[in-house]
């Protein structure tokens, strides 16, 4: 089945919402907070359809002072993970590192999350430390980093 990775609007929102609820124990952004994030500058939210059906969504983060994109949020629904749409939506993070003139992608994911971890592993991220407490529930959290090579003809 073909996945199509698509810029997230506000009439996502709601849709984004309940995926967040039904994938996370804790720490999820709700519509309001898809809304802002849509609407803010320099964010990158976006969603994988399979066929028309949605697979999975991202969040990207950028500073007007740094050269890292932050992976703020991804989330793939289990059925679809078999399509590859997690290494799908992080493809599409590395060409917009590249093409924002970013030079690394940077993350947190949890401890436990040893799925995301693997995931994380094999697609060149290194494991840089850890933040205690650093969720809502009290767990902790890997921070990763992925280097990003400059785009052609960039310095």
Known sequence: MEVAIIPATLADCNDLAR??????????????????????????????LAGDRLAGAMVLLTRRSSRKLRLYSIAVFPWARKLGVGKQLLA?????????????????????????????ATSGFIEDGTKSGYYQDGSDAVHLVKQISPSHGEP
């Open 19 to 48: 995926m967040e609820e039904e994938l996370f124990a804790c720490d999820r952004i709700s519509s309001r907070q898809f809304r802002y994030l849509i609407g803010k500058t320099g964010n990158v939210v976006v969603k994988a």
């Open 92 to 120: 599409f993070a590395e060409q917009t590192a590249q093409r924002l003139g970013c030079r690394a992608i940077v993350l947190e994911v949890g401890v436990a999350n040893r799925e995301a971890r693997c995931l994380y």
